[in-house]
């Protein structure tokens, strides 16, 4: 099933059609702790920009929502309250760089329910954070940074992270703060 949504072109559909495009540069890291996966997401909060869109993959218990958390914390306060919108599908913030939409697509079951929360005009007004893209096929543009999280069954506090850049991120991630936060471009096999 799939949708057009009116006005933009996107188009969005569930669990049924291959990605359209797939940002290509790819960078990858090893975080050894949850607070190491919430220190990077907070070092790439600051490179963010309204109309950007980080799409977290991984399955459950990967870290998807300990990176969000992260992400929103280091835009507007280090206590700030960051559920998960497993349930609510999307919690919205107030940051200092904008505003910024947390999703969650896990429960999503059609291509309509996925267009009603409001995430065309996320993409066109906030920085949309997204748990669980794959549930909804959407056309990734130009300003998507995907994160795909794998976890290590020898190592519970390890996750692997490969980032493919959209065009508008690969400047920015070879910003100096995340190299020296060990953030490396992964070898051709990864990309
Ligand atoms: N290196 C790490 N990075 C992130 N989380 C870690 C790490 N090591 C251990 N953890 C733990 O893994 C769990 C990650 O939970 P989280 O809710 O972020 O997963 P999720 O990917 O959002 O899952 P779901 O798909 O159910 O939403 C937390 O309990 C966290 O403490
Ligand atoms: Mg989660």
């Known amino acids: 099933m799939a949708l057009v949504a009116p006005g933009t072109g996107a188009i969005f559909a569930v669990m049924s059609e291959a990605l359209a495009y797939r940002p290509a540069t790819a960078f990858r890291m090893t975080t050894g702790s949850e607070a190491t996966t ?13 109309g950007d869109v980080i799409a977290l993959s991984g399955g459950i218990g990967a870290g998807k929502t300990v990176f969000a958390r992260g992400f929103v914390r280091a835009l ?23 505003p910024v939409h ?30 669980w893209p794959d549930r909804i096929a959407v056309l990734r543009s130009e300003h998507w940074l995907d994160i795909e999280f794998s976890m290590d069954a020898r190592n519970p506090e390890t996750r692997e992270l490969v980032l493919h850049a959209g065009p508008a ?21 990864d990309d």
């Open 76 to 98: 507007s306060q280090a206590d700030e309250e960051v559920p998960s919108p497993t349930f609510t599908l999307v919690q919205a913030y107030d940051c200092a760089r904008g």
């Open 169 to 189: 991120w690969r400047d920015r991630l070879t910003d100096p703060a995340l190299l020296r936060s060990g953030l490396a471009p992964a070898p051709a096999s």
């Open 38 to 50: 919430a220190v990077l997401a907070g070092t790439i909060a600051k490179l963010a920009r309204i």
């Open 102 to 131: 947390h999703y969650d697509f896990y429960r999503i079951d059609s291509a309509k329910d996925a267009y009603e929360t409001g995430i065309e005009e996320s993409f066109a007004e906030a920085i949309t954070v997204i748990e």
